[in-house]
């Protein structure tokens, strides 16, 4: 065993998990290493809702144990992690980021908790968010009973939303790896302005149960860590057919993936570059492009279906939010939240008729259609992740991104398609910049290939934020 | 991040519509009927103010005046992407996203059926 240097806290969890299994490196001594870091780096960055030390402690001294007998559980065993904190954790508060849920304890784990504890890894916290995330709208970084989340790179810097922490915590070096949500960009944003990688999984890939209900038919459960390699691993422990959640896909949880990139057909949808407030966005994107086509993978510019899916989409997770959140409503407690109109949400969409949202349900039908029809001729959509970098905490996010209407992010939620988020480099001010590579239901596996293929060629992903000593 | 001056994503990213048409007392029917109560505010608002006697102002005139304008701001927002989807042409009957499906219930007499056992 070693003592724990800066450079481990940011290795991969492959790297981690080969030293760990080879007893050259204590997931003791790293979990306290990690605790340190949170410790000092959480308060700065908001990025911890609650630390778990006693826990991560014992599942660790746990870990450690079993390895030393010889009984290793997998990749994951003895690796330290964080939870968003709308995953609930036994006797653990869970604040779903929201004043009005202070001191909310639920008395079971999440299956994807269970699930990581069963494969052996180390619980450090529960990870800050976006009140509700975003289920009730909000448009500045503090909209989270703990504050503006604040971006590793710059601390004058939003981290995303609404997957906060669990971008901060990555990419600062808090945690080896972190789940989060999307609903709608909830895991690509905060890894496009944080430089981590994150895969968005098919809607049903990853159960639901015992997370927070932002919106029934949006929600997806999914890793942000440092690399496309990490992120198969972790899929691996969570994905698969979970009872507790009816919307579960009994899909074999296989991310193998496997075809040659040489037979893959990609379609390249660039965006407007002209509304890109960073300069830098299109350099990144194009050297992105010029290493996928290095890498054999055939492109070719193409048009999404033009289609009504962001009204959908914003329609259809209103509706659902509404729904979820109806009992803050009632209690009068919403007024806790910090954004000033999300206790307003119900006058402002009262104009929402039930046979609107039946039509969005018969539109999404036709989206689903025209994109399956899409994938006929491509296997993967290549399209940048964001045409800005991290926007400053106390922005406004919608002046901040104002132009970008992230028609991928709009089809692919909507079509429940996953996706993978990856660093392409930094911006002009030193802050990351990323791409995404979407793919249809169930092709986890040919993105993560793709994306451990283009992270061999390039060292995007590697590159660590100037935190000061 | 969502809706502001504009409708949002969860992540800020903006939605594209038009004007919408309010129907409040087939919107109020419609969600009573399909249980989406979530949609019913828990305060007074106009529908009972317009039988009752105006004791005050209503409770939206005492807001500040920059509240109010975005809360106009985000219903013109919501009315934009209402539009969209309401001119959005489908042919009569398209399916939805979702198939409703009807649930077998164990047959009587069958062991965990809850009215007991054959006679």
């Not at chain 1, 559980?73 to 604040?95: C, N, Q, V, W």
């Not at chain 1, 709208?137 to 995303?160: E, L, V």
């Not at chain 1, 993978?297 to 009504?308: G, I, S, T, V, Y």
């Not at chain 1, 002046?399 to 709009?410: I, K, N, S, W």
């Amino acid at each position: 065993m070693s003592a724990i240097d800066e450079a481990t806290l940011f290795a991969p969890v492959w790297q981690l998990s080969d030293r760990i299994r080879q007893r050259k490196l204590s997931p003791v001594e790293l979990t306290e290493a990690y605790l340190a870091r949170i410790e000092r780096w959480g308060p700065k960055l908001n990025a911890i809702a609650f630390a778990t030390p006693e826990l991560a402690r014992e599942q660790a001294k746990q870990a450690e144990t079993e390895i030393g007998r010889g009984k290793w559980r997998g990749p994951l065993h003895g690796i330290p992690y964080g939870a968003k904190d709308l995953f609930s954790t036994a006797g653990i508060p869970t604040e779903w980021g929201a004043g009005c849920c202070r001191g909310q304890v639920f008395d079971r784990d999440a299956t994807v908790v269970t699930r990581l504890r069963d494969a052996g890894a180390v619980l450090l916290g529960k990870l800050a968010m976006i009140e509700f995330a975003g289920g009730l709208g909000y448009r500045k970084a503090d909209a989270s009973s703990t504050g503006p989340c604040r971006n590793p790179w710059d601390r004058t810097r939003w981290t995303g939303g609404s997957s906060s922490g669990s971008g901060a915590a990555v990419s600062g070096g808090l945690v080896a790896f972190a789940l989060g949500t999307e609903t709608w960009g909830s895991i690509l944003c905060p890894s496009a302005f944080c430089g981590t990688t994150g895969v968005r999984p098919t809607y049903g890939r990853v159960s639901r149960a015992g997370a927070m209900v932002c919106s029934n038919t949006y929600d997806k459960v999914g890793p942000i860590a440092r690399s496309a390699r990490d992120c198969r691993l972790i899929l691996s422990a969570i994905a698969g057919r979970d009872p507790d959640d009816p919307t579960s896909s009994a899909e074999p949880a296989d991310f193998r993936g496997g075809r040659a990139i040489a037979s893959l057909r990609a379609a390249l949808v660039p965006l407007d570059f002209s509304k890109a407030r960073e300069p830098e966005a299109r350099a990144a994107f194009d050297r992105a492009v010029t290493e996928l086509r290095g890498m054999g993978l055939a492109m070719e510019e193409a048009k999404l279906p033009e289609l009504p899916t962001a009204e959908v989409a914003g329609t259809i997770i209103t509706a659902e939010a509404l729904s979820a959140f109806e009992r803050f409503h009632k209690d009068g407690s919403i007024v806790k939240l910090h954004d000033p109109y999300a206790r307003y949400q119900w006058e402002i969409n009262e104009g929402l008729r039930g046979d609107d949202l039946v039509k969005a349900w018969r539109v999404r039908h036709e989206i689903q259609r025209r994109t399956t029809e899409f994938f006929a001729d491509y296997d993967v959509i290549v399209t940048p992740n964001f045409l800005t970098t991290a926007p400053g905490v106390d922005e406004d996010i919608n002046v901040a991104l104002d132009g970008y209407t992230d028609p991928a992010g709009a089809i692919g939620n909507t079509c429940g398609l996953p996706s993978i988020a990856l660093p392409s480099g930094l911006g002009s001010r030193g802050l990351p910049l990323g791409f995404q590579i979407m793919g249809p239901p169930f092709e986890e596996g040919t993105l993560l290939d793709l994306g451990e293929a283009f992270q061999k060629r390039t060292s995007f992903h590697t590159a660590r934020p100037p935190m000061e000593a | 991040m969502k809706r502001a001056g504009r409708r949002t994503s969860r992540t800020g990213r903006a939605v594209e519509g038009g004007d919408a048409v309010k129907s409040r007392r087939r919107f109020l029917k419609l969600v009573a009927l399909t249980s989406a109560a979530a949609l019913v505010p828990a305060t007074p608002r106009r529908t009972r103010a317009a039988t009752a006697p105006k004791k005050s102002a209503p409770a939206a005139a005492a807001r500040p005046a920059a509240l109010e304008n975005e809360i106009k701001k985000q219903k013109n927002a919501t009315a934009q992407a209402l539009k969209a989807i309401r001119e959005f042409e489908l042919p009569p009957g398209s399916e939805m996203a979702f198939v409703f499906s009807a649930q077998r219930a164990p047959r009587r007499g069958k062991p965990g059926s809850s009215k007991g056992g054959k006679p």
